[in-house]
């Protein structure tokens, strides 16, 4: 085992490697940049982000002839060496291949910089971030596997019947209705939109969480989290309910079970103390991955619609405003986590199951 995690460790560089390469090249070819957005900010409203880069600014609105050849859009009237200064700022200054190399060696010593429109580091922004995003990641893994489950041992002991035909159907339609719009269905029933106003719109807690009690807390938090968890929750048992259902029913159809109730024992004995460990076997392994899943890429939409201030409205943002530092930084954190939930699920399946062996396997 110690040389097959060895061997998945080694091959976490190479695979980042071309995440992040990848992902540079694709940023080349994206129009508009940060230099654009200064640019596009200060010859529009202005203000903003830009104050703390220009210092103040005081000679960048000076004319030039208009046969100049300008390198950014919009740059028509500001002065070149205000716009070398941007470059400078934003590392643009250096050519690809050296910014690219200079990025590694600095995410190597997890050393993220700050970011271009924020006066905050990047790794305190994720953390400053963070906690939404466990909490809709975590309770919306735990909530969908509470439902999942039961629900899918239930299909596979009723296999065929009105109960498992009429879930099926049940699972099938809420896997295909976009979270995103039942969201905004949500907003519109209970959010103060044409119907109800009994949940909140905004935000993880109320702005006087600070003066609650304890156990008013906890009440004001599940509060706000009721509708995006619901939102979430309508499709993210789907797959988990089909996963748990055909693997009890695969090992319902095995020799062991046969034998078992040729035994006498009851159905409850067979199901719980002798299917329920092996089935379960590939659902539980497969927790981290799903958590993770939820917690990176579920929420985007979520959080937008519901205005939570987490990390994929920040990479959202991010992306929007051009704010390279953020969305390297948070693309191999992300990459770099994954790989390591990945392997810690292979490890998960041989705690489950020693049978397993993945260094005996053939590469």
Do not use: C
């Amino acid at each position: 085992m110690g040389a097959y995690i060895l061997r998945r460790l080694l091959l976490m560089i190479p695979t980042l490697f071309g995440i992040m390469a990848i992902s540079f090249i694709v940023i080349q070819f994206a129009p508009g940049g940060p230099v654009e957005q200064v640019i596009a900010r200060m010859t529009g409203d202005g203000g903003g982000a830009t104050d703390r880069l220009s210092g103040g600014g005081a000679d960048v609105s000076q004319n030039f002839d208009a046969g100049n050849d300008y390198k950014y859009r919009g740059a028509q009237g500001l002065d070149p060496a205000f716009i070398a200064q941007l470059e400078k700022q934003f590392g643009f200054d250096k050519p690809p291949l050296e910014r690219f190399f200079n990025m590694l060696w600095n995410y190597a010593r997890f050393d993220f910089g700050e970011s271009y429109f924020r006066d905050i580091s990047v790794i305190d922004l994720i953390i400053e971030k963070m906690p939404v995003s466990i909490s809709l990641g975590l309770w919306i893994t735990l909530i969908s596997y509470a439902i999942s489950i039961p629900l899918g041992i239930r299909k596979a002991v009723k296999d065929g019947t009105a109960f498992d035909v009429w879930t099926s159907g049940i699972v099938i339609v809420g896997y295909a209705i976009p979270g995103f719009l039942f969201a905004i269905l949500l907003m519109v029933l209970f959010a103060g939109g044409s119907f109800f106003d009994w949940f909140p719109l905004r935000g993880l807690t109320s702005e006087n969480w600070g003066d609650l009690s304890w156990p008013e807390r906890i009440l004001d938090y599940f509060w706000h989290l009721a509708l995006p968890l619901t939102a979430m929750v309508l499709s993210a048992f789907a797959t988990t309910t089909l996963l748990t259902k055909n693997s009890f029913l695969d090992e319902i159809r095995k020799q062991y079970v046969v034998t078992a109730r040729a035994k006498g024992l009851s159905e409850r004995q067979v199901l719980y103390g002798h299917v329920f460990r092996n089935a379960m076997l590939i659902i539980i392994a497969g927790f981290p991955g799903a958590f993770i899943s939820a917690f990176f890429t579920g929420s985007l939409l979520i959080e937008n619609i519901f205005s939570l201030d987490g990390l994929g409205l920040l990479g959202f943002r991010s992306v929007l405003d051009r704010d390279y530092a953020v969305v390297f930084a948070t693309l191999y954190i992300f990459s770099l986590i994954g790989l390591f939930v990945s392997l810690l699920s292979d490890l998960t399946y041989t705690m489950i199951d020693p049978r397993i062996d993945f260094e005996r396997r053939e590469v």
